[in-house]
């Protein structure tokens, strides 16, 4: 992919020089650091099927009144995260498909607004992604280990807030992001809050499934429908433990890109690290298109709903 690409900004190193990235390049590796050439075509394809599919998650959680719960909002907002990757992939190749093919003639300013466009939402998918992962991991430790006061902590009110503040703090920071890219510690609080939010949720999924069974034993011989609650908030967790292992397979070389950027960006084995950028794409469109499985595959409602929304049996 050449003249437009999504987060070109972060492609290559900007404190390295053109020389020394063509030179350390040629030394690191040979043909191993020609990265990959992937057809824009995989990338209209997997951008297509994935707006399809968080669309028909968004459709299934609005239209069934039983997914009208916080938790399921979240998993609405975090499709619509997954949706950012979508537009954004499909509107840079359909440029790109045009530009190359000569149908479509655009000055080089006017590419370079798209660019930023196209990063800045990139960017606020990562964020968003990252905070509704957070913000469900939050919510089902507060359904296991506070269930009777669940409904009062978690209030649609308080939902509502959370998810205008993630919305809104993912703008924020994408377009500071877009502006002062050329910083390291823009990169660096990008990094260290995609470490913060993986360290967080590995702690609460530790503390859930540590103390969940003892809980779901002790109360199983006095009380039967807590026991059920609980098993089924369990289910919950295990299935956005799920959701944060395929995001960290998917984001984490990229996210190991941009520490190899702040660290070591002339380093010969850094450069041949970079060329793969094109694959790191692939590996976060692939994340947009997964997630929705396993919506499906871990909920029997949500199943059922996607099967109505398909049909069209509205």
Same mark, same amino acid.
């Given at each position: 992919m050449s003249t437009?690409?999504?987060?070109?900004?972060?492609?290559?190193?900007?404190?390295a020089t053109e020389g020394n990235q063509s030179n350390t390049t040629a030394g690191a590796g040979g043909a191993w650091c020609q990265g990959l050439d992937i057809p824009n075509e995989l990338f209209l394809t997997l951008g297509l099927v994935s707006l399809?599919?968080?669309?028909? *998650? *968004?459709?299934? #959680?609005?239209?069934?009144? +039983?997914?009208?719960?916080?938790?399921?909002?979240?998993?609405c907002c975090l499709?619509?995260? $997954?949706?950012?990757?979508? *537009?954004? +992939?499909?509107?840079?190749?359909l440029f790109m498909l045009l530009m190359e093919h000569g149908v479509l003639v655009i000055r080089a300013s006017i590419v370079r607004?798209? $660019?930023?466009? #196209? $990063?800045? !939402?990139?960017c606020s998918s990562v964020v968003s992604s990252l905070s509704f992962l957070g913000v469900i991991a939050v919510d089902r430790y507060i359904t296991i280990f506070y269930a009777l006061r669940?409904?009062?902590?978690?209030? !649609?009110?308080? /939902?509502?807030?959370?998810? /205008?503040?993630?919305?809104l703090a993912s703008t924020?920071?994408?377009?500071?992001?877009?502006?002062?890219?050329? +910083?390291?510690?823009?990169?660096? =609080?990008?990094?260290?809050?995609?470490?913060?939010?993986?360290?967080?949720m590995l702690v609460l999924y530790i503390h859930m499934f540590a103390l969940a069974r003892h809980h779901v034993r002790s109360i199983s011989s006095q009380q039967k429908q807590p026991t059920i609650y609980r098993t089924s908030s369990l289910k919950g967790a295990v299935t956005l433990t799920i959701l944060l292992g395929?995001?960290?397979? =998917?984001?984490?070389?990229?996210?190991?890109?941009?520490?190899? #950027?702040?660290? =070591?960006?002339?380093?010969?084995f850094c450069t041949c690290f970079f060329s793969y950028f094109n694959l790191f794409l692939i590996l976060i469109i692939c994340n947009s298109v997964v997630d929705p499985l396993i919506y499906a595959f871990?909920?029997?409602?949500?199943r059922r709903t996607l099967r109505e929304v398909v049909l069209c049996s509205w």
């Open positions: 437009l690409a999504p987060l070109r900004l972060l492609r290559e190193p900007w404190n399809v599919e968080n669309l028909l *998650v *968004v459709a299934a #959680i609005l239209k069934n009144r +039983n997914l009208h719960s916080p938790m399921y909002y979240f998993i499709a619509v995260s $997954d949706m950012l990757v979508s *537009v954004s +992939n499909l509107a840079e190749t607004h798209m $660019d930023n466009v #196209i $990063d800045m !939402l990139i669940y409904h009062s902590i978690m209030t !649609l009110q308080r /939902a509502v807030v959370t998810m /205008a503040s993630v919305w924020v920071s994408s377009t500071v992001f877009i502006t002062y890219y050329r +910083n390291n510690a823009i990169l660096l =609080c990008l990094i260290g809050f995609f470490l913060f939010m993986l360290v967080l395929v995001f960290f397979i =998917c984001w984490g070389p990229f996210f190991f890109h941009l520490i190899l #950027i702040v660290t =070591c960006p002339t380093n010969p871990r909920s029997q409602e949500l």
